[in-house]
């Protein structure tokens, strides 16, 4: 069993930064694949960024790549989500996600779920 707490949500202008922490409780984090899945307004969940149980790969939706980063700390069994250049559109409910594959975060689904942090970024 795998319990993600996230932190690191809030307001901000258009422009600006957050970073979004999801710390994982549970022996097998280090064996997880781990993600962002986001969720605005009146629409579906979407992918945002999946990682490697290793960091030996990331995948980012094409919505966010070059702005935001993730990275995984195994030793602290947290994962980091870096939003730069933010923008409006990035306004969203955003989830933590665990699972075995990246591919299964990738397709907006996960084993694991956090419950998420409200991210607005205000034009």
């Known amino acids: 069993q795998v319990q993600l707490v996230e932190s690191g949500g809030g307001l901000v202008q258009a422009g600006g930064s957050l970073r979004l922490s999801c710390e994982a409780s549970?022996?097998?984090?280090?064996?997880?694949?781990m993600g962002w899945i986001r969720q605005a307004p009146g629409k579906e969940r979407e992918f945002v960024a999946a990682?490697?149980?290793?960091?030996?790969?990331?995948d980012y939706a094409d919505s966010v790549k070059g702005r935001f980063t993730l990275s995984r700390d195994n030793a602290k069994n947290t994962v980091y989500l870096q939003m730069n250049s933010l923008k409006p559109e990035d306004t969203a409910v955003y989830y933590c996600?665990?699972?075995?594959?990246?591919?299964?975060?990738?397709?907006?689904?996960?084993?694991?779920w956090g419950q998420g942090t409200q991210v607005t970024v205000s034009s």
């Open positions: 549970g022996r097998t984090f280090s064996t997880n694949a």
């Open positions: 990682i490697t149980s290793r960091s030996s790969s990331t």
């Open positions: 996600a665990a699972a075995s594959l990246t591919q299964t975060i990738m397709n907006v689904r996960a084993t694991y």
